[in-house]
């Protein structure tokens, strides 16, 4: 069974940036971080094929958010950088270990973590 535990939020001013990790145990097929801010639906944010390394951002994010992994930490990451108020929303973690394309349809994603606080003060 996959387990998921996602740590590094907090608060930053606008312009700052934050590393985000997500601990993840098992074997994977795609690795997503999605997000919620408060009053909106959950939405997508990054996403890697851990085996291939293919990466693929929502427009919102791309440019200033980086996802990457340490096999060997069996860790991912989201670097954030460039943070603006509307960043601010708890971040999850979230993986999927049948192959097929994820894209960021969230039912497909059957693991997730337990979600960590990002605040951008402007």
């Known amino acids: 069974q996959v387990q998921a535990v996602e740590s590094g939020g907090g608060s930053v001013q606008a312009g700052g940036s934050l590393r985000l990790s997500c601990a993840v145990s098992g074997d994977t097929y795609c690795l997503a971080w999605f997000r919620q801010a408060p009053g909106k639906e959950l939405e997508g944010v990054a996403r890697i094929y851990p085996n291939s390394g293919d990466r693929y951002y929502a427009a919102s994010v791309k440019g200033r958010f980086t996802i990457s992994q340490d096999t060997a930490k069996n860790t991912m990451y989201l670097q954030m950088n460039s943070l603006k108020p509307e960043d601010t929303a708890i971040y999850y973690c979230?993986?999927?270990?049948?192959?097929?394309?994820?894209?960021?349809?969230?039912?497909?994603?059957?693991?997730w973590g337990q979600g960590t606080q990002v605040t951008v003060s402007s």
């Open positions: 979230a993986a999927g270990d049948s192959r097929r394309l994820y894209e960021f349809t969230t039912a497909y994603y059957t693991y």
